[in-house]
């Protein structure tokens, strides 16, 4: 029974979970899919955009000399050449109409809404009369709209906007609806007029009034079945219940382009450029001798900006170069038509097919978090790091082949939902592991957070194996700061308010380490002792902990007036810092112990702390330090001295500011004379380098490094060191 136990419980975490976390975000993704229960619009938004990607992706199609769509524009350039302004005559488009049947079109589209409002020049005769004699010409119409079920519904009033439409012409309605980014990539076969209370009539859109005329239909509407469209015998795959997708050829200007005034310049048209010149161009002829519209679709529209005809499509660009990713109405219509005639479908695959790529990637992922579930609790990082690994594979696969189908085949596969699924399947799989080490975690944290910074604790969680005696060494920057004449301090205040004064100093210098990324490691009395690159890695250690010196002062110069206003001693503190190779870790007993570090460099740094009493300074830095922080802050060289207990020299700096600081011109005057004189005084040139620290004395007289020099200059100029002398002083207390 018990080896039966083991077993069905293995299986259940190997087999039969991972094939229930699968089956359910699979599940749960192909249900959001499909618009069940609700659609999430940030889903679908960006399950949109990753089809305007594919079209990046595969590119433009070039097909401008095999189009079966013609444009005829009106342009800018339009405007210049022909004699009327906007709102042409009508009798521009009847002259239109007739030579471009002459010119062998095969139909016409004119997407220009006729209405009243357009207050025309005339020529409604003569265009009524081009519209009966030449056929088949399809005019736009632009109804009033609403939104009900699964085709828009539309309402006819104003004889659609179109007053040619009350003559029995064909009509083809050039709303196109637009996704709810508003981008424009489907296209309907009709629309659905309410033409009575009660009475309904359908009317195709303007691309497909276009097709049934030129496949010979006559008016015939395209059949919707379940999963396609049908005109004639054409198949047109749906993308969703109503429209089918248009598969662009590419940005503004893919489709053969010519201008109106091209079209209307035959012999008997005179445009301002030949009234000017005297002479006659007649473009059009070039255009029919070319052949340019024989057995075409010639569409009419508006391509000038005012027209307020520009859409949003999933191309960027244009051929002149242009970013953007907008095109003209009557562009939208010819790749809506093209679409169809080059049978150059985007379709979806098939329900079932959507569910197995979904569910093949989450099952695959749900088995991946499996593979280390035996491993130490030490190393359980993997049995996350591992799932996430192949979820971003099954992620960038899944992606990848969307975009190749695409190019290739046409087909549109879902990717954002897929993603969705993958990541619940990550989630519902790691989460139990989640779940069990949570517990192990809290225990750390209720442990440690009593004594180490947060970073500490938040480092022992991630990672248990520092819960252990012994340590590592590293190269790490450590920080003594201590309170001077604290003692004569204490001495001023009860205990009760020498202790919240000392705690409202510490809890503010504790807030600066804090703010720098440092490690708090521990409060001696009044000293305060931190570091910086452990356990957390700090590249630029030494210089948080130069900017956390600098702050500290900052900061208790506001104390110091906050405790002056109220009637409280002021204090002052003197702070060490020195870089270099120490040991950081967890030193103590088995049942206590500090995260800390210890070693020589540690101790130098306590030294420099003390060794600010001889020079009357406020912050020190060893060489080591310095020498990584010395392009970002404002210093100067002090001494060449041995600390107690070392035998070799180290070269002292204080560190006076940031050099981004605002620095007082008389500071960097009075810190460039003293340098100076340090360099005289090393080479022995006392009398030279006494003028230049006496120079800074005269711009601060209380600046007691150069009155020490100044000094020492002096004392060698009487009895001068030995030849040997390397400029070293011996500190003898610490």
């Known amino acids: 029974m018990l080896n039966l136990n083991g077993r069905l419980s293995w299986t259940t975490s190997r087999i039969i979970l991972p094939i229930m976390f699968a089956l359910a975000s699979s599940g749960i993704a192909f249900l959001l899919s499909n618009g069940i229960p609700f659609d999430i619009p940030f889903l679908k938004t960006a399950q949109l955009k990753t089809i305007d990607q594919r079209f990046e992706y595969r590119g433009p199609i070039d097909f401008r000399k095999s189009s079966d769509v013609v444009i005829v524009g009106i342009t800018d350039q339009t405007f210049e050449v022909l004699p009327h302004s906007y ?15 002459a010119a062998g079109a095969k139909v016409v589209g004119i997407d220009i809404t006729m209405d009243d409002s357009l207050r025309s020049e005339g020529g409604d005769s003569s265009f009524s009369a081009a519209l009966r004699k030449y056929k088949p010409v399809v005019l736009a119409v632009r109804p009033n709209i609403d939104f009900a079920g699964r085709y828009t519904i539309l309402r006819s009033s104003d004889f659609y906007h179109n007053i040619f439409a009350k003559d029995d012409n064909l009509l083809g309605v050039v709303l196109v609806r637009n996704d709810i980014d508003g981008v424009y990539r489907r296209y309907l076969p009709y629309n659905i007029f309410q033409v009575g209370q009660n009475s309904y009539q359908e009317v195709p859109t303007f691309g497909f009034a276009i ?4 496949l010979g239909l006559g008016n015939r509407l395209a059949v919707d079945h379940n999963s396609y469209f049908q005109l004639g ?132 992922i ?33 992606y990848e082949a969307a975009l190749v189908l695409f190019a290739k085949d046409g087909l549109v596969l879902d990717v954002i939902y897929p993603i969705f699924g993958f990541s619940l399947s990550y989630v519902s799989s790691v989460v139990n592991e989640y779940v069990s080490e949570r517990k192990q975690k809290a225990a750390i944290k209720m442990i440690f957070s009593r004594y180490v910074d947060p970073s500490v604790v938040d480092r022992l969680v991630e990672d248990p194996r520092l ?72 590249r630029d250690h030494a210089y948080r902990a130069c900017r956390t010196a600098i702050e500290m002062t900052r900061r208790l110069k506001e104390l110091n007036e906050k405790w002056a206003a109220e009637g409280r001693p002021i204090l002052s503190f003197r702070i060490g810092i020195n870089s270099g190779e120490m040991i950081v870790g967890n030193v103590g007993g ?44 404002f210093s100067r060289e002090l001494d060449l001295i041995i600390v107690k207990g070392r035998t070799r020299p180290v070269k002292i700096f204080e560190l006076l500011a940031e050099v981004n600081d605002s620095i007082p011109e008389e500071k960097k005057k009075l810190v460039e004379l003293y340098c100076t004189g340090l360099s005289k005084y090393r080479a022995r040139q006392w009398g030279i380098a006494a003028g230049f620290f006496e120079k800074a004395l005269a711009i601060d007289p209380n600046d007691y490094p150069s009155e020490m020099y100044l000094e020492r200059c002096r004392l060698c100029e009487v009895e001068p060191p030995p030849a040997d002398w390397d400029g070293v002083f011996v500190m003898e207390t610490k």
């Open 87 to 101: 709102p042409f005559p009508r009798s521009y488009y009847a002259r239109m109409i007739k030579n471009l049947f």
């Open 211 to 214: 097709l049934s005329q030129y």
């Open 233 to 364: 015998n054409i198949r047109i795959p749906k993308y969703d219940d109503s429209s089918m997708l248009i598969n662009y050829p590419g940005a503004m200007g893919s489709f053969p382009t010519y201008d109106l005034w091209q079209v209307l310049d035959d012999s008997s048209f005179t445009t301002r450029d030949e009234k000017r010149f005297g002479m006659q161009i007649n473009d059009y002829y070039n255009l029919k001798s070319a052949g340019v519209f024989k057995n075409k679709i010639v569409l009419v529209g508006a391509l000038y900006p005012e027209s307020a005809d520009l859409k949003p499509i999933p191309f960027s660009g244009n051929r002149s170069g242009e970013s953007g990713n907008l095109a003209y109405g009557v562009e939208i219509h010819a790749s809506a038509i093209e679409t169809v005639l080059d049978h150059d479908f985007l379709a979806r695959p098939s329900p079932l097919a959507d569910f197995l790529e979904m569910f093949g990637g989450a099952l695959l």
């Open 366 to 398: 749900a088995f991946s978090s499996t593979l280390f579930k035996s491993v130490k609790r030490s190393r359980l990082f993997l049995v996350i790091l591992v799932p996430l690994l192949v979820t971003g594979v099954v992620i960038f696969l899944s």
């Open 467 to 538: 819960v252990r005696l012994g340590g590592e060494r590293k190269n790490l920057t450590v920080l003594f700061s201590d309170i001077a004449n604290f003692t004569g301090v204490s001495e001023t205040l009860t205990p009760d308010d020498l202790v919240a004064h000392l705690n409202e100093y510490l809890t503010s210098m504790t807030e600066v380490v804090f703010d720098h990324a440092g490690t708090l490691d521990k409060y001696i009395g009044d000293a305060v002792i931190a570091f910086w690159g452990a356990p957390l890695e700090l």
């Open 590 to 633: 088995k049942e206590r112990f500090d995260y800390t570090v210890i070693g020589d460099n540690v101790n130098l740094a306590s030294r420099l702390e003390g060794a600010n009493k001889m020079y009357r300074t406020q912050i020190l830095l060893s060489e080591n330090t310095y020498e990584q922080v010395k392009e970002k802050i």
